[in-house]
């Protein structure tokens, strides 16, 4: 069974500091890792992935995350955050094994950046 | 990216009544999936949609109350039966797609029993 775990209910950042996301996950093998985004009143959009290859990988909007095969983790980061980035922000895994491709979320992470 | 659109983007139903959304996708895809997003929590996958059999549902959900439809690669509909205010939530369908199928969502229908 895969799972996903976002610790923090809310994160609070000042704009222009950096913005962290965290994010650890649980699955019986190699893992497809995804992060989303919610804003108000909108459907999820897809920021980035880690699928093999480089640990670090960059997306959307600035974000990155960065894969740690040895703590199973999957932070999302962003170096200068912005007021826009106020979010909700969602981890997902799905295993490479699993030919459905169902995805886990983690409960999600609300980012509020104040001016 | 995709373009994934949802009828109704939101309604307000009375109790006992259902309520139909409709997801229509930008390509053929095989399998669409349908999501619940309850107030202030996280998506709960309902069920697969495959073209062409039934849809395949999670524990917790069942066909007489979230009765799928897809009657086409591009298309689906997902029936709230019976409705009762804990059903208020947000509805999202996905498709998969891209290189390492990652989901693509839609805009999602925000639904409130009363």
């Known amino acids: 069974a895969q799972s996903v775990a976002q610790p923090e209910d809310q994160v609070n950042v000042a704009e222009g500091n950096p913005l962290t996301v965290k994010c650890t996950y649980s699955v019986s093998g190699n893992p497809y890792l995804f992060w989303y985004v919610q804003y108000p009143n909108r459907g999820l959009q897809f920021l980035l992935k880690?699928?093999?290859?480089?640990?670090l990988v960059k997306g959307s909007y600035g974000f990155e995350a960065e894969f740690n095969k040895s703590q199973t983790s999957f932070h999302l980061k962003k170096p200068s955050a912005l007021v826009s980035d106020s979010a909700l922000y969602f981890c997902?895994?799905?295993?490479?094994?699993?030919?459905?491709?169902?995805?886990?979320f983690g409960a999600g992470t609300q980012v509020v950046v104040t001016p | 990216s995709a373009v994934i659109s949802q009828k109704p983007s939101r309604d307000i139903c009375q109790r006992g009544t259902s309520l139909t959304i409709q997801c229509q996708v930008d390509?053929?895809?095989?399998?669409m999936f349908w999501y619940r997003q309850q107030p202030g929590q996280s998506l709960t996958l309902i069920a697969t949609a495959n073209q062409g059999s039934e849809a395949t549902y999670e524990s917790g959900f069942v066909i007489d109350k979230f009765p799928i439809s897809r009657p086409n690669l591009t298309f689906s509909t997902l029936t709230v039966s019976n409705m009762s205010p804990e059903d208020s939530s947000i509805y999202l369908c996905a498709r998969r797609g891209g290189l390492n199928n990652e989901q693509f969502f839609g805009p999602g229908t925000r639904l409130t029993v009363l």
């Open positions: 997902a895994v799905r295993e490479t094994t699993d030919s459905w491709g169902k995805f886990q």
């Open positions: 880690y699928i093999t290859g480089d640990n």
């Open positions: 390509s053929q895809v095989t399998m």
